[in-house]
Structures are given as C-alpha cells and as structure tokens.
C-alpha cells in the first residue's frame, strides 16, 4: 500500500510529490504524459518568483522532477482508467496495475475548448494549433489568426509576433478580457491588428488552413480573412473524467475544495488546473500541490495508526 498517489506529474503534482515524500510518505506519481504537463512547451517563464531570468517550462519542470525524486518519490508511466474505495482505503486502477493507496491527490489539470467549427478537426496540425510556443516558428513571416481575448489568447498572439508578419486577433466582443499590462502590450504592437465583435464560422485550405470565414456580430455579415495559421485560446476543461461521479464538482466541472486541497471525500485531495480557482498559473499550481501534500500527511497521520497493518 501506498501512503500517497499523485494522479498527474505538472506542477501541482510535482510539487505534491515533493512536499509528500519530504514528510517520509510512500508517494508515486501516475503520469500518462510527459512529467511536465502543459508547462513543458512554455518556452519562457518569466514570472515564477525566484528567477531574476525567465526559465523555460521544461527545464523549471525538470528542476521539480528531480527534486521530487530526490526525497524518494516514484514516478511510473501509467493511465489511471478508475477510482475505487475500501473503507478509508483508496483503489487505483491503471492500464497496467492495481494501487491501493490511504491519501490520493489529483493534479489531472485541464486541456484546450475547440471551436468545433467546420475545419477545426481536420487541419489541426495543418494550421490548427492550440500552443504558439510549440508552433510558432513554423509562421516565420507569415500571418496568422488568434482566436480569444483572455490572457492566454493575447499572451500567445504578441509571442507570435517574434516571428509572424502579422498576427490578427479575433474576438467575439468590444474588448478584451486579458491582464491590462497584457492588453496594453498588444495594442502597442504594430504586427497585431484586432477584429472586434467577430466568430469564426469555418476554417478552410486545401491541404493547410489558408482562409476563415468571419461573422461579424455587429454588421451581420461575413467576410473571408486569408491566413497560414490558427491559433485557438478560447478555454479550458477539466481533465474530470475520474472524478464525475463521486466528487463534487462546480458548474464548469472544477473540483470544488476547501483551503486545505479537500474535496468532498476524506483522503482525497485536487490541486492545479483541475480545482475551482481563481487563477491558473505555475506558480498558483505549486502552491496548490504543497498544500495537498502538506494536508494528505496530516490526515494520514490522524487516520492511520502506527500499528496499523498495510
């Protein structure tokens, strides 16, 4: 039996892991992906307290990893297909094994909304894409679309400049809902050009996106902008599937938590993307993963004597 598992190897579960097997916890992390998660292909983190120079997503990752390792924590390459319950006790099942486990943490994060537009499916990878620092370099000199305007969406349109001719954000309202400074840095960009009041109805090329079809919600009208690429920032969902039926879950399917990482359930605890939260960043996920390892010890400790068998 295990103290802990940690279902997910991003921040969050990196740092769970750590703070978990510093306090003498049997941990491992289940990891179905790369160890890293989303961060890896951020190409610069510049505002993770403690780095005067950004460092990119997969070295600061690499950092935890290792960390984490170092206090005795195991990592396996495993897809975690259900969640079961004996008691206190709690049954993981992977693709591969059977876990039992006292404390388990969920850092399963969340992944990109589509458009679920026409073209959308077929030209991902083609033009399609849903990570600038991951396609960017392809559109040197080229134009290319931002669909969005939260942080993420402007975040990633004025990354795009650094090697696009153009790059046109378009949003289906009068303004943007991205950070001020954000704001403020994009509109000062002469490469972004903004369309306001405006939806993407398709997506079309022949073999790689070269067009999109607009409707202006304003005028009532469509129009046709040529592009080489897309890039789409329009939300995110929860990686909930686990957890649907017996955790409690927001409107959005967050997993809703007290301050302590708890879910509904004793022993289980969510941290990251995957929890209701107000901001998603590295540095919330972290914080968010020590707390869980923190209050998983904890509970152990007041559930589970000493002489307890395993």
Excluded at 60 to 72: N, P, V
Excluded at 83 to 96: D, N, Q, R, S, V
Excluded at 108 to 135: I, Q
């Amino acid at each position: 039996m295990y103290d802990v598992i940690i279902i997910g190897a991003g921040p969050a579960g990196l740092s769970a892991a750590i703070y978990s097997a510093r306090s003498g916890l049997k941990t491992v992390v289940l990891e179905r992906g790369l160890i890293g998660g989303q961060i890896n292909v951020t190409e610069d983190v510049e505002n993770y307290p403690g780095f005067a120079e950004s460092i990119s997503g997969y070295e600061l990752t690499d950092r935890m990893h290792r960390q984490a390792e170092h206090f005795g924590a195991e990592f396996r390459d495993e897809e975690v297909t259900a969640l079961g319950m004996e008691g206190l006790c709690k049954i993981i099942e992977t693709t591969e094994n059977k876990y039992r486990t006292k404390a388990v943490i969920f850092c399963t994060g969340a992944y990109p909304r589509r458009l679920n537009v026409p073209g959308e499916e077929k030209f991902t990878g083609h033009g399609v894409s849903y990570c600038a620092t991951c396609d960017g370099a392809l559109y040197r000199d080229k134009i290319v679309a931002v669909i969005g305007g939260g942080d993420s969406a402007i975040e990633e349109g004025i990354f795009l400049t650094h090697f696009a001719r153009k790059v046109i954000v378009i949003h289906r309202r009068d303004e943007l809902r991205a950070q001020k400074i954000i704001q403020e840095r994009a509109f000062q960009n002469p490469k972004i050009e903004f369309v306001w009041n405006s939806v993407v109805q398709e997506i079309r090329g022949n073999t790689r996106v070269q067009e999109l079809e607009v409707y202006s919600r304003k005028t009532n009208s469509l129009s046709v902008i040529p592009v080489d690429g897309v890039f789409i920032y329009v939300g995110i969902l929860p990686n909930n599937k686990l957890l649907e039926s017996r955790i409690e879950l927001d409107s959005a399917g967050f997993v809703i938590t007290d301050d302590f990482m708890q879910t509904n359930v004793p022993g289980i605890y969510a941290a990251g993307d995957i929890r209701k939260k107000v901001l998603r960043q590295v540095v919330t996920a972290t914080s968010d993963g020590a707390i869980a390892g923190w209050s998983a010890e904890k509970w152990i400790t007041e559930n589970y004597s000493s002489s307890q068998t395993e």
